[in-house]
Nanobody, 121 residues
Framework: QVQLVESGGGSVQAGGSLRLSCAAS?????????MGWFRQAPGKEREGVAA?????YYADSVKGRFTISQDNAKNTVYLQMNSLKPEDTATYYC????????????????WGQGTQVTVSS
């Protein structure tokens, strides 16, 4: 079973930065084609934030502020979050899939446990 372990969440004031990391292991594929980040705020649906495969994908709400990158040698994906806003507050989930990529939850078959990001005004 694929294991995805997120780290880097925390609390920050508006305008601040955080960097999330997600390390993948135990996957029975030659490689994970796509890794991405999603977030879910209380009472809201889970939404795609950014994903990286052969292309990169960003939600409109984070373009210009967040950057997704990956280290294939370490099977790790990162999300650099700058200029954070209170509306970015959510639990952030790492996701991975061997075949598909994008910002829809249905694109991903493997999920991490989530890490909390809280942005105060």
């Amino acid at each position: 079973q694929v294991q995805l372990v997120e780290s880097g969440g925390g609390s920050v004031q508006a305008g601040g930065s955080l960097r999330l990391s997600c390390a993948a292991s135990r996957f029975p594929y030659a490689r994970l084609y796509c890794m991405g980040w999603f977030r879910q705020a209380p009472g809201k649906e889970r939404e795609g934030v950014a994903a990286i495969g052969d292309s990169t994908y960003y939600a409109d709400s984070v373009k210009g502020r967040f950057t997704i990158s990956q280290d294939n040698a370490k099977n790790t994906v990162y999300l650099q979050m700058n200029s954070l806003k209170p509306e970015d507050t959510a639990t952030y989930y790492c996701a991975a899939d061997p075949n598909f990529c994008g910002l829809r939850t249905t694109h991903f078959s493997h999920w991490g446990q989530g890490t909390q990001v809280t942005v105060s005004s």
